[in-house]
């Protein structure tokens, strides 16, 4: 039976309302950025596709203060370190074209762009496209400019060879914590003459001082891989493999990886191929047994509160994904970076 005292009270506050309309301060925030006015609302297939739909500042990057951003999104198209598919130079590209992510976190009740200033400052300029170990370098420079800025970086790869140099600038006064979320350690040593390749960034930051392995958590590692990892054991990081994750279950693994990283500020890093092939097909070193994305954001949410001193999404190789699948994922995981940033004390 309908109450028709309250049918009337809701007819009269909704009855003409627009969409643009909510006494929530909360949805408020979002509604402000998400409507131009009169309940209108942007395309989302005009306009330059930008990171999260973050405003563009291309010119912020060749400024001293990053002009005055809090937050800078970058592209880090470099996939020279792979060691099977390569193809991940093109998930920068592949992850702007994503549309209506955010700008509300209904789960952590946030919306970032309204917390913070934040643009998507362009890609970091490679001074080469043959040279990995020239293109280390220009990383590293680039992100030792985001961080004497005062800036925190959320980036998209790239492999994972990208989230050393990033260390290497971020953690160079004091090494940080990790919660690294991928189907490999990525720490093993030198291969085929080099020690700059995606699997093995960890080793090298950790060696470099600027990691600290005893606040570093691995989650959802498993395949063929692991004879290569015995420096995570030995240095101390906690490895949680996927089959840990059914017998612990979530919640655990997420509370054993605040305590991990403690109280510091710490970095993230999230190779998608940490992701069940079946909903992450477009990476170069699939793994079947991986994580759903919702465990995926559970884990990620669960930081909210912690000191996230910046983060990465790799791996993104959009060519082996037909159905654009694997770049929707890696953006909306950029997405929960940024609103723990956001959420950051």
């Known amino acids: 039976m309908i109450d028709d005292t309250k049918l009337a009270a809701l007819r009269e506050r909704y009855a003409t309302a627009r969409s643009d309309e909510t006494n929530d301060p909360d949805f408020r925030k979002a509604i402000t950025l998400a409507f131009s006015g009169a309940g209108r609302r942007p395309f989302p297939y005009s306009g330059v596709s930008t990171l999260l739909g973050a405003p563009y500042r291309p010119d912020a990057a060749l400024l001293p203060d990053f002009g005055g951003l809090q937050v800078a999104l970058i592209g880090v198209p470099m996939d020279l370190g792979v060691t099977n598919r390569a193809g991940a130079r093109l998930g920068p590209r592949a992850v702007r074209g994503v549309e209506r992510i955010g700008p509300y976190n209904h789960a952590l009740r946030v919306t970032p ?132 994750i059914d017998t612990l279950g979530i919640d655990a693994v997420a509370a054993r990886a605040r305590e991990v990283v403690g109280d510091l500020p710490f970095y993230i890093s999230f190779d998608v191929d940490a992701l069940d092939p079946a909903f992450a097909p477009g990476t170069g070193t699939p793994e079947v047994g991986g994580l759903t994305p919702r465990e995926a954001q559970r884990l990620l949410r669960a930081l909210a509160g912690k000191r996230v001193a910046g983060g990465d999404v790799v791996e993104v190789a959009p060519q082996y994904d037909a159905s654009t699948v694997t770049a929707q994922i890696g953006a909306q995981l950029l997405f929960e970076l940024f609103s723990l940033v956001a959420l950051t004390p």
């Open 113 to 244: 762009l309204a917390e913070r200033r934040a643009a998507d400052v362009g890609d970091v300029p490679l001074q080469s496209r043959f040279s990995l170990p020239d293109s280390i370098a220009d990383i590293e420079a680039f992100y030792g400019r985001v961080r004497d800025a005062g800036v925190v970086p959320l980036s998209v790869g790239g492999d994972h060879s990208i989230s050393y140099p990033i260390l290497r600038a971020l953690g160079r006064d004091r090494p940080l914590g990790l919660v690294h979320i991928d189907a490999h350690c990525d720490t093993s040593g030198p291969q085929e003459g080099t020690r700059f390749h995606h699997g093995g960034p960890f080793r090298q930051a950790v060696l470099d001082g600027v990691l600290d392995p005893e606040r570093t958590i691995q989650i959802g590692i498993r395949g063929p891989a692991e004879m290569l990892y015995e420096f995570s054991a030995v240095s101390g990081m906690t490895v949680i493999h996927a089959e840990d």
